[in-house]
Structure formats: C-alpha cells, structure tokens
T-cell receptor
Framework: AQKVTQAQTEISVVEKEDVTLDCVYE???????LFWYKQPPSGELVFLIR??????QNEISGRYSWNFQKSTSSFNFTITASQVVDSAVYFC????????????FGTGTSLTVIP | GAGVSQSPSNKVTEKGKDVELRCDPI?????LYWYRQSLGQGLEFLIY????????KSGLPSDRFSAERTGGSVSTLTIQRTQQEDSAVYLC??????????????FGPGTRLTVT
C-alpha cells in the first residue's frame, strides 16, 4: 500500500526563521517518485520538486532544500530564512509505476510565516 | 505557455441540479486528472485519463459523478443531482504522460462548487 504522512498539520514561524516540513512515505516499490507542491492562499497548487527513488542527492534551490533519506522513508523540505510569501499549505506526494498511475498526496502542512 | 485552465471558477447550484465542470489541459499533455479538495482537506483522487485509453474511475465517489475527455484534450466532470456534500473545490491537473509518476502534474486554479 502507498501512503504519505505529513504529521505536522500547522506550523507557525516568525519571518527569517528556518522551518522544516516533514514527509514520511510508505511503499513496497523500488521505483517511485516523490513530489512537493505548494498551495498558496490563492488556491492553485504549484509544483516544487520531483525526486526519483534512485537519486538520494539532496537538492537546494535558493532558500528551499530537500532531504531525501530512503533509510527513514522521508523526504523533508526545509525553507531557510522564511518569508511571508512562503505562507501556504505544502503537500507531499508519492507515485510509482505500480500505483496505477495515481498520485498519493499527504494531508498537507499549513505554514504561516508571521512578519 | 498556457497552463491548465478550468471553468467556471465558481459555481453555485441548488441541491438536485446537475453541474458540468470543464478542464483544458496543457497542450501536449496526454494525462489528465481530476481531484476534489474539501475545505481544509487534502486532495481526493477522482479519475484520470491517459490518451485514448479507458479512464481509471476508481476514485469516483458515486454513480452521480462521471467524466469524459473529448479528443484527448478537454475534459468535463459532470455531477448529477448534486448534494450538499459535493461542495468542494474541484481541481484538474495534467502531465506529459502517466508513466507511473515519472512526470509531475500541473494543476489548474480549480472550480469552487457550492451546493445550496
């Protein structure tokens, strides 16, 4: 069974603080893909990143970084020096060739950055 | 290029009426998904299409829900005899192909459906 758990329902940080959003996944597949999406208050989900299961290299994009650890089945997302514009709901998702092409989304983490 | 578009952006309907929601995927994207997102909730998968293949309807909550995709492009989600529990934001997404998740999905702005 495929499952994505985002245990943090809501997080509040003060602007310029760093924040890490946790994502834990479950799958028996050896080939799979992990994703992060951002849903700002405007409502439209924005794709942030995709990783495949064979690439455990961490990735950094500006203030965003992702830590993929197969040993703990986690794909955590860190925002450095948070800004008010980072306030949004963030979703982690999992897909694999054996999931019938469905994406399995976590329940999301609502991040509020306080100025 | 143009992203995924959906219409209408908002729809208010009376209980028992039928509604049609439209999705225009990104040009060249063969895979199209429909999701439902209730207030403050995650995404609930409804259905996906891949090219001309039979759709995966496993997520449709009841037989009041149906969807079609004409010409491998535009898709319409139809809800018959709407109920108040159908009130939600309906999201459409497209990707280059299904390919087991190899390609990311791009989402439209959604249609907010309110059933009174």
């Amino acid at each position: 069974a495929q499952k994505v758990t985002q245990a943090q329902t809501e997080i509040s940080v003060v602007e310029k603080e760093d924040v890490t959003l946790d994502c834990v996944y479950e799958t028996r597949d050896t080939t799979y893909y992990l994703f992060w999406y951002k849903q700002p208050p405007s409502g439209e989900l924005v794709f942030l990143i995709r990783r495949n299961s064979f690439d455990e290299q961490n990735e950094i994009s500006g203030r965003y970084s992702w830590n993929f650890q197969k040993s703990t089945s986690s794909f955590n997302f860190t925002i450095t020096a948070s800004q008010v514009v980072d306030s949004a709901v963030y979703f982690c998702a999992l897909a694999s060739p054996n999931t019938g092409n469905q994406f399995y989304f976590g329940t999301g983490t609502s991040l509020t950055v306080i100025p | 290029g143009a992203g995924v578009s959906q219409s209408p952006s908002n729809k208010v309907t009376e209980k028992g009426k039928d509604v049609e929601l439209r999705c225009d995927p990104i040009s060249g994207h063969t895979a199209l998904y429909w999701y439902r997102q209730s207030l403050g909730q995650g995404l609930e998968f409804l259905i996906y299409f891949q090219g001309n293949s039979a759709p995966d309807k496993s997520g449709l909550p009841s037989d009041r829900f149906s969807a079609e995709r004409t010409g491998g492009s535009v898709s319409t989600l139809t809800i018959q005899r709407t109920q108040q529990e159908d009130s939600a934001v309906y999201l459409c997404a497209s990707s280059l192909s299904l390919a087991g998740g190899r390609y990311e999905q791009y989402f439209g702005p959604g249609t907010r459906l309110t059933v009174t």
